[in-house]
């Protein structure tokens, strides 16, 4: 039987005034049928050119959630440029409440630029790649920490080596106000969307929340933040505002290096003793990690190598030996106190 070899497409015309609704189809491969991925788009003519991005992470429903509300208010409120929103890029997983597609087992985040021949992840990853990315100048990725992880809303970057495009995407990611703006050195960032995209050229922040599960709190705060990054960029009027968090309502920004993460000593409970935002003294105890397979195992006290602020958390699930539990951060000058 002979199979006609489809590409990825759009079905609504981007570049048509107003707002539009559709899809971007990633064609059928070897392991699945082809995706229908919502896609809504409002075009204000000349101006800033924006992507908006969610579930590209399954159990990280914030994203969607956020991009769905958007489309509550931002066609009365945006005043010049485009703005496409892709709210749910990974539908298998979102609808299977998972982290990685659960076709392929990959991790949609670690296969970009994607491969029209591959499987299923590395299908959509092309289709985003080749049809929605060219079509932006700034991409907001919005993800959260998933159920098993506090973290606190913030925007994350990653160094990059160009200095001009990172001046630029930490000034993005700050003008968003979150509590916390984060540069993260990481040592796996082959094949993520936000290092495909500086390859490209492309402004990319990538919003995080954590706190094991949706709540409208945590929602309000994401909105605000994506609003005041909307506001920054000229695609809307008004004031930003930073969000208020834990009876705070200041921002800052932190770096998380390598030697930041600190890993179980054992498999067992994660017990918490300190608090995501709290500043630790070097020596300070933050947890104690309970073997649970024989009492007989003491805990195991788990103290700050250095004097530091908790910027992300094990929270619930069962922990591994050599998984991560604690990101640490220092503090990190931000772009508008270097830029005076
Ligand atoms: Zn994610």
């Not at 924006?50 to 399954?58: A, N, P, Q, S, Y």
């Not at 991790?107 to 029209?116: H, T």
Request: glycine content about 10%; overall charge negative.
């Amino acid at each position: 039987m002979a199979t006609m070899t489809e590409t990825p497409h759009l079905t609504l015309d981007l570049d048509a005034p107003g707002v539009r609704l559709g899809h971007l189809v990633v064609p059928k491969g070897h392991d699945y049928e082809a995706l229908s991925l919502p896609v809504f788009s409002i075009n204000r003519g000349e101006g800033p050119r924006l992507l908006i991005t969610g579930g590209i992470h399954g159990d990280e429903l914030e994203g969607p959630i956020v991009a769905r509300r958007l489309m509550d208010w931002l066609p009365e409120a945006q005043t010049c440029g485009r703005v496409i929103i892709a709210p749910e890029i990974n539908p298998l997983a979102v609808q299977a409440w998972t982290r990685n597609t659960p076709v392929d087992g990959k991790n949609l985040n670690r296969v970009f630029p994607g491969r029209a021949d591959g499987s299923v992840s590395e299908r959509i990853a092309d289709a985003v790649s080749r049809i929605l990315l060219p079509m932006a100048d700034t991409v907001f990725d919005l993800h959260s920490f998933g159920p098993t992880w506090d973290f606190p809303p913030a925007v994350v970057t990653h160094p990059i080596a160009d200095a001009d495009l990172m001046a630029k995407t930490v000034w993005m990611a700050e003008a968003f106000k979150m509590p916390v703006t984060l540069i993260w050195e990481h040592p796996d960032r082959v094949g993520m969307l936000d290092t495909w995209a500086h390859s490209q050229g492309k402004v990319i922040a990538v919003t995080e929340l954590g706190g094991g599960g949706v709540g409208a709190e945590a929602l309000a705060i994401y909105e605000d933040g994506v609003r005041n990054g909307l506001i920054a960029l000229g695609l809307v009027k008004g004031r930003s505002a930073a969000p208020t968090f834990r009876h705070q309502n200041s921002s800052r920004t932190l770096k998380k290096l390598l030697s930041d993460e600190l890993r179980s000593p054992a498999r067992g409970i994660f017990d918490p003793r300190s608090s995501v935002l709290d500043e630790v003294k070097q020596g300070d105890l933050i947890g104690v990690l309970h073997p649970m397979d024989s009492l007989s195992a003491g805990s195991i006290e788990i103290y700050a190598p250095s004097t530091s602020i908790v910027c992300g958390m094990r929270c619930g699930g069962y922990v591994e030996a050599g998984e991560n539990i604690f990101y640490l951060a220092g503090t990190h000058k931000s772009s508008v106190a270097s830029s005076e």
